[in-house]
T-cell receptor
């Protein structure tokens, strides 16, 4: 399967613990996105990478959140000192570079569902 | 600010009946528009997209959508619903800003299908 993969699919943690999620994009895609989806809502943009550079972070991404894409391939999203409000589905997506002024569709992974007790 | 509104939170239809899911957007320029479907525990699958050209676009699984600029709408339709269509449907606007793209999603419409 050559789609976007995410690991783990489910994570249950206690409040105050740190968690880390991994996303492996489609191999030829240089753009990678993280979204958060809470119950009953659509996904909300968190952050964006072009290759290894993190070019945009949403205000939703507090100081407890950090994302990396060290070699421009896979990405990790870490949440420190988790809170119950962090419980959500974390979705990763990737897309190829569309060129100047263009737009290419984003392909989504299955998500990591985080439950903070 | 850009936004997407899906007025119907839940819709129930009978199998074989027609379906229309509504989507309205707020965006200053010509938008890139998408419909995604999400089954329980799954990620998002793209049903169809509108970038430019013909305002009636065909997608997978027998879905189509019509872009109406005057109404700022991009409604999703299917002439005959199957039980397997039960899922959550998200409309999204794709923004090209600052040299990159991001998606703004609506809150979704959950579709239930009666046998």
């Amino acid at each position: 399967d050559t789609g976007v993969s995410q690991d783990p699919r489910h994570k249950i943690t206690k409040r105050g613990q740190n968690v880390t999620f991994r996303c492996d994009p489609i191999s030829e895609h240089n753009r990678l996105y993280w979204y958060r989806q809470t119950l009953g809502q659509g996904p909300e943009f968190l952050t964006y990478f072009q290759n290894e550079a993190q070019l945009e972070k949403s205000r939703l991404l507090s100081d407890r959140f950090s994302a990396e894409r060290p070699k421009g391939s896979f990405s990790t999203l870490e949440i420190q000192r988790t809170e119950q409000g962090d419980s959500a589905m974390y979705l990763c997506a990737s897309s190829p570079d569309p060129g100047t002024g263009g737009y290419n569709e984003q392909f989504f992974g299955p998500g990591t569902r985080l439950t903070v007790l | 600010a850009q936004s997407v509104t899906q007025p119907d939170i839940h819709i129930t239809v009978s199998e074989g009946a027609s379906l229309e899911l509504r989507c309205n957007y707020s965006y200053g320029a010509t938008p890139y528009l998408f419909w995604y479907v999400q089954s329980p525990g799954q990620g998002l699958q793209l049903l169809l997209k509108y970038f430019s050209g013909d305002t009636l676009v065909q997608g997978i699984k027998g879905f189509e959508a019509e872009f109406k600029r005057s109404q700022s709408s991009f409604n999703l339709r299917k002439p005959s619903v199957h039980w397997s269509d039960a899922a959550e449907y998200f409309c999204a606007v794709g923004l090209f800003s600052g040299g990159y793209n991001k998606l703004i999603f609506g809150a979704g419409t959950r579709l239930a299908v009666h046998p």
